[in-house]
């Protein structure tokens, strides 16, 4: 891989134009004309997919047409935390902004890896797929997978650098409480829905910790009808489970159910529902065959440490693993640091980054 100034002064660059693009889901308008401009300079042949709402997915399809393998890095991040904090800030090694570690360090990689091979001459039976979405419903990739068929894909979330062949399942749930809207100086104890949501969650907080402690689970969106000077008539949280590759998910699911199911019994003040909004089974797959065995090698002729781990947190590879598609995740950054307030990323694993799947691009080319 040509380590170049040039190369490394390229990558930082288009590190630091996308970082300073503001591309929150259902906002990917700009970032994805920029690149799109980007590619088109560089003489390579991208399209547009659409995926509805005039948003779309960036993709290079080899010319031969044959998909052996799938480079994909999402463009869209979550909602600017403080709108001073989005441009780019930069301190020797340190990338800072909005995205840098999830996941335009990684989109940004594979872009320069892919282009450096383009420019080479070389057309090897890898695509590129830079998707929009995957913060929220992970539209972009699903469009994906039902155009285009392939077997492996790379994901360049942040993994730190260590290839991920397990994955984590995801549920969300969504829990709502309903009562009688009065007048707030008629509020009588025990009959706010507020207050029956909150008993029923930390219900669920004590099953979580004493009884499935593996789990990581997150209360987020605890809202209430606006009432104004009244007792709200509804009340709904979602909350975000995560789950090891192996745990047993309809045991987990059964057991809330049943959760809900008897708080209604021993609470009568509670009238609500429960509903699994998404449920995504994680996987695992074997470190042998030979796409594994490329990796080491380059891992190896690198020397990096080979240190495979499962990775903890929802991404767009759910997604691809039940559409039938082995996906590894591997890229630069932490995920402590994605959705931060002052998220960074280090250049040094960016170029690192670039290095690996060059070489692994390289490994596909005969």
């Known amino acids: 891989?040509?380590?170049?100034?040039?190369?490394?002064?390229?990558?930082?660059?288009?590190?630091?134009?996308?970082?300073?693009?503001?591309?929150?889901?259902?906002?990917?308008?700009?970032?994805?004309?920029f690149l799109f401009s980007y590619l088109k300079r560089q003489a390579l042949p991208v399209k547009l997919?659409?995926?509805g709402g005039g948003r779309a997915n960036l993709l290079i399809i080899p010319p031969q047409g044959e998909i052996e393998v799938v480079l994909i890095g999402h463009l869209d991040t979550v909602a600017a935390h403080d709108i001073e904090l989005l441009s780019c800030r930069e301190e020797n090694d340190v990338i800072e902004g909005l995205g840098a570690?999830?996941?335009?360090?990684?989109?940004?990689?594979?872009?320069?890896?892919?282009?450096?091979?383009?420019?080479?001459?070389r057309r090897p039976p890898v695509?590129?797929?830079?998707?929009?979405?995957?913060?929220?419903?992970?539209?972009?990739t699903r469009v994906l997978v039902r155009e285009y068929r392939f077997p492996w894909a790379f994901i360049a979330e942040p993994s730190g650098l260590h290839p991920c062949f397990s994955h984590y399942g995801y549920m969300e749930i969504r829990i709502s409480a309903t009562g009688r809207r009065k007048h707030a100086s008629?509020?009588?104890?025990?009959?706010?829905?507020?207050?029956?949501?909150?008993?029923?969650?930390?219900?669920?907080?004590?099953y979580f910790t004493e009884e499935r402690p593996e789990l990581?689970?997150?209360?987020?969106?605890?809202?209430?009808?606006?009432?104004?000077?009244?007792v709200p008539e509804m009340c709904d949280a979602s909350l975000d489970v995560h789950f090891a590759p192996?745990?047993?998910?309809?045991?987990?699911m059964m057991e809330i159910e049943n959760i809900v199911s008897e708080q209604k019994k021993q609470d009568a003040s509670f009238n609500g529902s429960l509903s699994f909004v998404s449920v995504h089974s994680g996987y695992e797959l074997p470190e042998k065959g030979e796409l594994a065995e490329k990796l080491k090698r380059i891992y190896l002729e690198r020397r990096l440490p080979w240190e495979p781990q499962a990775f903890p947190s929802?991404?767009?590879?759910?997604?691809?693993?039940?559409?039938?598609?082995?996906?590894?995740?591997?890229?630069?950054g932490s995920l402590e640091q994605a959705h931060s307030l002052h998220e960074s990323v280090s250049f040094e694993q960016v170029l690192t980054a670039m290095n690996i799947y060059y070489d692994l691009i390289a490994s596909f080319c005969g």
């Open 216 to 230: 990581v689970y997150n209360i987020r969106d605890l809202s209430s009808s606006q009432s104004g000077f009244a």
């Open 186 to 206: 008629l509020a009588t104890a025990g009959q706010n829905p507020v207050e029956a949501l909150l008993r029923l969650l930390i219900r669920l907080s004590r």
């Open 246 to 252: 192996t745990a047993p998910l309809g045991e987990i």
């Open 314 to 332: 929802h991404s767009d590879a759910n997604v691809l693993w039940a559409a039938g598609i082995k996906p590894i995740i591997l890229g630069p």
């Open 127 to 140: 695509a590129l797929a830079l998707v929009s979405g995957e913060e929220e419903e992970g539209d972009g």
């Open 1 to 33: 891989m040509p380590s170049s100034i040039e190369r490394q002064i390229s990558l930082r660059t288009l590190l630091r134009d996308l970082i300073n693009i503001y591309s929150p889901t259902e906002k990917e308008h700009e970032i994805v004309e």
């Open 49 to 51: 997919q659409e995926i």
């Open 101 to 121: 570690a999830d996941m335009k360090g990684g989109c940004a990689a594979i872009v320069e890896a892919y282009l450096a091979h383009w420019k080479q001459g």
